[in-house]
């Protein structure tokens, strides 16, 4: 049985946090592609004289944004729902169950 001692649970902790922020760029720059390819597929569509910015062309990018927003808010700013220590006393709940 391993056995973990603080060095491990903190290299534990940044290793989920590091792959956490990895998938919150990941996301953004799939966003960014996807929507610049849909931003493209619309201006090809416009009729002669016809605007580009109509509400329905923002669907997606609005949508999609609040998505966005709410990854990097649990990725970035998790203290900001749970409390700053929730994480840190769950690990070690979980931790004391599992002995």
Request: charge should be positive; glycine fraction near 8%.
């Amino acid at each position: 049985m391993e056995t973990f001692n603080n060095d491990n649970i903190k290299y534990l902790e940044a290793k989920k946090k590091v792959k956490r922020i990895k998938g919150f760029y990941t996301h953004a720059a799939i966003f960014v592609l996807v929507n610049s390819i849909i931003a493209f597929i619309n201006y090809q569509a416009l009729q002669p004289g016809q605007s580009y910015f109509v509400w329905y062309n923002f669907l997606s990018l609005f949508f999609w944004g609040i998505g966005l927003f709410a990854h990097g808010m649990g990725v970035f700013m998790p203290s900001f729902i749970f409390g700053k220590d929730w994480e840190e006393k769950k690990i070690r709940e979980l931790m004391n169950k599992y002995k």
